[in-house]
């Protein structure tokens, strides 16, 4: 995923992440438990069958970003500390996130 950005709560104006599906489910949950009251879109639904063809490969990221461009929309789900850390985070301070939580 690669973000570019002049918003001040951000480290980097451009930077680049490697994101999986579970990760934007965890996105997704930890949105709906920080903002309670809030329509968070939902993220794609997961597929078992078929998954690693190129097709559903190119789906999945457009669901995905579509799903990122919904959330950003929102004036209060954009500016969520969880939301700074799933787009700038590399992979440990992600997974430290994500064990924070549990």
Not at 18 to 28: E, K, V
Not at 68 to 85: F, I, N
């Amino acid at each position: 995923m690669n973000t570019s950005t002049n918003r001040p709560d951000f480290s980097y104006g451009q930077f680049s992440v490697l994101r999986r599906y579970s990760d934007f489910c965890w996105l997704y949950d930890q949105l709906c438990f920080l903002h309670p009251g809030v329509i968070v879109p939902p993220p794609p639904e997961k597929q078992a069958v078929g998954r690693f063809s190129a097709e559903f490969i190119e789906a999945r990221r457009r669901a995905l970003e579509k799903f990122m461009t919904r959330v950003l929309a929102h004036p209060a789900l954009s500016q969520s500390e969880v939301m700074v850390t799933f787009l700038e985070a590399d992979d440990a301070g992600l997974a430290a996130a994500m064990n924070k939580g549990k």
